[in-house]
């Protein structure tokens, strides 16, 4: 297969930047990223790697920033049509807004309709992996990782499972969410670059019976990532507790009944109690930090200091958070960070929304950097795609002040760009 040889300004980690300050960036002016069967075969300078790939087809994307895609930890694609719906806190926005288009799912032609149009809008953002809750229908979860497959996507997902504080219609049994997960895991679990993720949805939707029959499926399959909600809003905290009284706190819900280690992910954690911090630390689980979601339903402010401890993945959280763009995402995490007295460093929001959450899904060695070896999903971000960045980016003397404009203020404008598997996908 040809080498395809991308021209254009480079920003790459070599580290993590809340542990080891912005040094661990490398920004190149003039750089070059060469791809070769969909991998990243060497990165470096223009000059060099033209020097050395004289034969590799040329794409020069002039003053944009190639990146790696964006690694949207968390998200319900089901929820796509839904977002964006006024006026209510979790509990109701779940029961008025999210169950009833969750009901819609059952219907496969359906489910492939909003599939579609999901990986449509997030490919078009930049975002060229995302971890995906589904339905308690399987037909959900066909239509999510068939779409996926179809256009070469990484792609995490799990059936969504509910057996109780749900309506009729949208509710299984510990039973049948055991066996239905297993049979989607074995169909499609490490087909081409899909993954599949265990997934309760959160413990007031679960009777212990079906936390512990997803333990038990998760203890069968350590392969797979368990994905579920924690400490999202005070009144859900008192919920749980109340439901699982023989639990020391939300988390303990969850440990109770085997669906506490390292390849857990849990979505939000804002308001985490002393022991639960110390626990997840000493598991090694991770973390989602899901900010437009958690002003959007009125949830509260995450804790970033917590990336000292624990591995922090980003995430958008559609349709409970307000875009699709994982900039917008940046974005509202450096404001829920000021919220919270601490700047996000530019640096620090890109590695977040790369090898933080690729980090957070075991899939560094995959995906999340520019670096040769690493899967070809990439994109090319525009810095100056509105008159308002362009007039802001004109003035930066760095790149970080040169970007900045853009993870504020940008949207799918920006994303020139977006490779999967080193090839262009955006028209
Ligand atoms: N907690 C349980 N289910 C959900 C959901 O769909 N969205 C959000 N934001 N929180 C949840
Ligand atoms: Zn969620």
């Known amino acids: 297969m040809s080498d395809i040889l991308l021209l254009g300004q480079t920003l790459r980690f070599t580290g993590d930047p809340f542990a080891e300050g912005t040094e661990t960036a490398e920004h190149t002016r003039h750089g070059a990223v060469l791809l070769r069967d969909g991998l990243i075969a060497e990165v470096g300078t223009a000059d060099s790697l033209r020097a050395a790939y004289p034969a590799a087809r040329i794409v020069d994307h002039g003053d944009a920033l190639i990146l790696p895609g964006f690694i949207d930890a968390h998200a319900h694609y089901p929820q796509t049509a839904i977002i964006a719906s006024w006026g209510l806190r979790l509990i109701d926005w779940l029961n008025r807004y999210t169950f009833p288009e969750e009901m819609r799912f059952g219907d496969p032609a359906y489910a ?8 449509d809008l997030t490919l078009a953002a930049g975002t060229t992996t995302v971890a995906s809750y589904c339905t308690i229908h399987p037909e959900s979860v066909d239509a999510f990782f068939g779409e996926a497959q179809a256009r070469g996507v990484r ?26 997960s297993k049979a989607l895991l074995e169909r499609w679990h490490g087909q081409d670059r899909l993954s599949y993720m265990i997934t309760p949805r959160f413990s007031p939707t679960s009777t ?10 998760w203890a069968e399959h350590p392969e797979c990532l368990m994905q579920t909600h924690l400490s999202e809003q005070t ?5 749980a507790k109340s439901l699982f009284p023989e639990a020391r706190d939300y988390l303990d819900t969850y440990e109770q009944h085997g669906l506490l280690g390292p390849g857990a992910l849990f979505g939000h954690a ?29 949830s509260g402010l995450f804790d970033m200091a917590l990336t000292a401890r624990l591995r922090v993945g980003l995430a958008t959280d559609t349709g409970g958070g307000s875009s699709f763009s994982m900039l917008r995402t940046m974005a509202a995490a450096y404001e829920v960070a000021q919220l919270r007295g601490q700047a996000l460093h530019p640096s ?20 999340g950097t520019l670096a040769p070896g690493m899967e070809a999903d990439l994109i090319v971000l525009d810095l100056a795609s509105t008159p308002a960045i362009a007039q802001r980016a004109a003035r930066a003397d760095d790149i970080w002040e040169a970007v900045f404009p853009t993870i504020m203020m940008g949207d799918d404008r920006a994303i020139a760009q977006t490779y999967i598997a080193g090839k262009p996908v955006k028209a």
Not at 159 to 169: F, L, V
Not at 208 to 217: D, H, R, V, Y
Request: net charge negative.
């Open 155 to 180: 792609a995490l997902a799990g059936k969504t499972c509910m057996d109780r504080n749900a309506p009729e219609g949208l509710r299984d049994t510990a039973q049948s969410a055991h066996d239905d």
């Open 235 to 239: 009144d859900e905290i008192a919920w």
């Open 348 to 367: 620090q929001l890109l590695w977040l929304a790369t090898q933080g959450s690729a980090k957070a899904l075991g899939l560094e060695h995959q995906i």
């Open 112 to 119: 492939a309709e909003v599939a579609a149009r999901y990986f």
């Open 270 to 298: 804002i308001h985490l109690e002393p022991r639960e911090i110390d626990r997840l630390a000493e598991v090694g689980a991770a973390l989602i930090h899901c900010p437009t979601s958690n002003t959007f339903i009125g």
């Open 208 to 217: 212990p019976e079906q936390l512990s029959a997803l333990g038990a499926l």
